[in-house]
C-alpha cells in the first residue's frame, strides 16, 4: 500500500534550493530504506515559510499536502527538522485554526505517526538572542553563511570572521554596523547564478520581513505553544534527540591551525553558549523510557547545558525516543564532513561531535522503522 512521507524543514527552510536540497542525504536514504523493505513509500518536500509564525508555516504546511497527496486516501507520515516538528505538531492538532485554504481536519485525520528531528519543543535560548538587534543581524550573516557552506562547500573568511565577531566568544558579540554587513552580502552573492542569487535573495527578503517564529519559539512562547497544541489519538509520536559534544580547547587544537576551522569552532562555541541556558522550570520531568534512551546515547541523561549549537538537547524530547546522537543540529540531516560521498556531505560547522556517515544512517534507520516499519 502506498504511503506519503512529507519532509518538513526548519529554521532555515531553503529545501527548493535546486540542488543545494535541504533533505537530501535524508531523501536518499529513506527511499534507499523503503525499496530494501519491499515499502512503497513517495517522499515529498514540504518548504515553508523560514521564519514566519507557526500558525502561519502550519497553515502552508497543509496546504501543501492537499496539493501533493490529496489525490487518495493513503496513509501519511510527517518528518520535521527543527521548527518543521513544530509546523507538523500544530498541523495534526485537534480544532486547530489555521490560515489555509483547505479544511485541515481530513489531512489530520490521515497522519499516521509524526517525527519531530532537533525540535525545540520546550523552545531555545537562541530564538531569544536572536530578536536583539545585535541578534538579527547575527541571523542575517548565520543564513548566509549556511546557504554558502552547504551550496559550494567552502566560506568565505570575511563572512566567517564578521559571524564570529557578531557572535562573540561566549555569546556576546558586537553590533557589525549595517553597511559591512551589505557590502559582505553583495560580495558574497557574486560567487552565485543569477537564479540562484535570486532564490537567495528571495529567502532572505523572507527572513528579514517576517521573524515572528523567533519569539514563538522562546522557552516562555513555546510553553504556551504546548498548552493549545493538543495531541491527535492515533498518530505515533517520536522524537530524534541531538547533543553537540561540548567545546573544548583540546577538541579546537585537534582541528588544526586552518584559519576557517578555527574560526568555525568559536561560533560553534558562542552558539553552544547561547543555547545552553535553557530555564529548566518550563522542562517536564522525563518519563522513564526517555531517560533509559538518553542514557543509552549519552551515557547519562544530558544536563540542561546540553545543546546542539541550536537547541537544548532535553528540549527536544517528545513522545518515544526514536534516536539520540552526538551531532550538531545540521548534521542529522546530512550537513556533515564526508566528501568522498555523493552527493556530497558537507559540514556546517565542525563540532568535533563524531557523527559521520555510520551514525547518520544508523540514525534515519531507526526513523524510517518507526514511521514506516
Excluded at 55 to 60: C, D, E, K, L, M
Excluded at 126 to 137: H, V
Amino acid at each position: 500500500m502506498r504511503q506519503h512521507v512529507f519532509l518538513i524543514p526548519g529554521f532555515f527552510g531553503f529545501a527548493n534550493f535546486g540542488d543545494l536540497r535541504y533533505f537530501a542525504h535524508v531523501r536518499e536514504h529513506l527511499a534507499a530504506w523503503a525499496r530494501a523493505h519491499g515499502i512503497e513509500a513517495v517522499f515529498h518536500y514540504a518548504p515553508t515559510y523560514p521564519t514566519a509564525s507557526i500558525r502561519r508555516r502550519a497553515g502552508r504546511l497543509v496546504e501543501l499536502i492537499a496539493e501533493q497527496a490529496g489525490g487518495d486516501d493513503a496513509p501519511i507520515h510527517l518528518i520535521g527538522h527543527s521548527t518543521g516538528g513544530l509546523d507538523a505538531r500544530l498541523a495534526v492538532a485537534p480544532r486547530v485554526s489555521l490560515p489555509c485554504s483547505v479544511d485541515p481536519e481530513p489531512i489530520a485525520r490521515r497522519v499516521r505517526s509524526l517525527v519531530a528531528v532537533s525540535t525545540p519543543h520546550y523552545g531555545t535560548p537562541t530564538a531569544a538572542f536572536f530578536t536583539s538587534i545585535l541578534g538579527q543581524r547575527a541571523l542575517f550573516l548565520m543564513s548566509l553563511f549556511t546557504i554558502y557552506a552547504i551550496r559550494l562547500g567552502t566560506i568565505p573568511l570575511p563572512l566567517l570572521v564578521m559571524l564570529a565577531s557578531a557572535l562573540g566568544s561566549a555569546g556576546v558579540g558586537k553590533l557589525v554596523p549595517a553597511g559591512m554587513v551589505s557590502q559582505l552580502y553583495e560580495q558574497v552573492l557574486r560567487d552565485f547564478s543569477p537564479e540562484r542569487r535570486e532564490q537567495i535573495e528571495r529567502v532572505l527578503s523572507e527572513v528579514r520581513r517576517d521573524q515572528t517564529l523567533l519569539l514563538q519559539i522562546t522557552p516562555e512562547g513555546m510553553d504556551l505553544f504546548n498548552a493549545l497544541a493538543t495531541e491527535r489519538d492515533g498518530v505515533r509520536r517520536g522524537c530524534v534527540v541531538s547533543q553537540a559534544k561540548p567545546p573544548t580547547l583540546a577538541r579546537q587544537l585537534a582541528l588544526g591551525p586552518t584559519p576557517s576551522r578555527q574560526t568555525t569552532y568559536s561560533i560553534f562555541r558562542a552558539l553552544h553558549t547561547v543555547a545552553s541556558t535553557l530555564p529548566t522550570d518550563l522542562l517536564p520531568p522525563l518519563e522513564a523510557a526517555q531517560s533509559k534512551a538518553l542514557e543509552r546515547a549519552y551515557g547519562r541523561v544530558p544536563s540542561v547545558r546540553g545543546n546542539d549549537a541550536m537547541v537544548p538537547t532535553l528540549s527536544q524530547v517528545w513522545g518515544e525516543v526514536v534516536h539520540a546522537a552526538w551531532a550538531d543540529h545540521l548534521d542529522v540531516i546530512g550537513h556533515f564532513h564526508a566528501p568522498a560521498h555523493a552527493p556530497l556531505h558537507v559540514d556546517w560547522i565542525r563540532t568535533m561531535s563524531g557523527f559521520g556517515r555510520g551514525e547518520f544512517e544508523s540514525m534515519w534507520d531507526a526513523v524510517a522503522r518507526f514511521s514506516l516499519g
